[in-house]
């Protein structure tokens, strides 16, 4: 699966939601992705914003300046909720997102240290609670000045917005496979358009995240696929979560 079909099919089964998907023409692989970025005006996207309750970017669009500065035009004129994954952690500037609210950026660790320019390791697991400690606050004290929420995803994944944090107690180590974060960020665009603030969003979306990756190891064993993990979000959001 691309990317960003595998976002598009998750966002659909978190909201039931209408879905539209913007990339590079020589990344188009699904029928559903209809038109490329070159044959749209800035103009024309941003009209198209307006039709939607929240946006993804960054997902399967390659690094290039193009793209690079067609994100940065982005962050900056949409007002909608966002999410940046992936390829857009890598492109646009800091400086553009850091006093938005409305906003959750999902990188893994080493897109988080190059992202914010910093050399931090993630140990959430350890018995030592005081080093647990001293790192949540580390990771408080780079990310301190973006009112948005950042999800640092590893092995326990750590949600910080501000002075708030919470770190995820579901999933497991068969979710090291790739486009689990994929997923993540799918739901968590898709709890944006519900009406959810950033923080809530990406708290809710890292649970229900874990919990079809639980639901994925325990049908599927160790050796489940992101593709499994997905075809369990529905049934946990049939439970009540969502």
Excluded at 48 to 54: E, I, P, Q, R, S
Excluded at 76 to 95: F, M, R, W, Y
Excluded at 116 to 137: G, P
């Amino acid at each position: 699966h691309h990317p960003l079909c595998f976002k598009i099919l998750i966002a659909l089964r978190c909201m039931g939601a209408a879905i539209n998907s913007r990339m590079p023409a020589n990344k188009i692989t699904n029928a559903i992705l209809r038109l490329a970025f070159d044959e749209l005006t800035n103009a024309m996207l941003l009209e198209l914003v307006d039709k939607v309750d929240a946006v993804l970017i960054g997902p399967g669009s390659s690094i290039n300046e193009d793209t690079s500065k067609l994100f940065n035009v982005l962050v900056t004129k949409i007002k909608k909720p966002i999410v940046l994954d992936a390829d857009g952690l890598k492109q646009v500037d800091i400086s553009l997102i850091k006093n938005r609210d409305n906003i959750v950026l999902t990188p893994h660790l080493a897109e988080f240290n190059q992202f914010f320019n910093s050399k931090l390791n993630l140990d959430l697991d350890s018995y030592d609670f005081k080093k647990v400690d001293e790192n949540i606050m580390e990771f408080q004290l780079i990310t301190k000045n973006i009112k948005g929420t950042v999800v640092v995803k590893g092995k326990n994944d750590l949600i910080l917005s501000g002075s708030k944090f919470r770190i995820n107690s579901s999933g497991n180590a068969g979710m090291t496979v790739g486009g689990t974060g994929d997923a993540l960020a799918g739901i968590v665009v898709g709890l944006l358009s519900s009406g959810l603030n950033s923080f809530d969003s990406a708290c809710l979306g890292v649970f229900i995240n874990g919990l079809a990756g639980d639901k994925a190891y325990e049908i599927n064993g160790n050796g489940f696929s992101a593709s499994d993990l997905v075809s369990y979000i529905g049934n946990v959001i049939k439970d009540g979560l969502c």
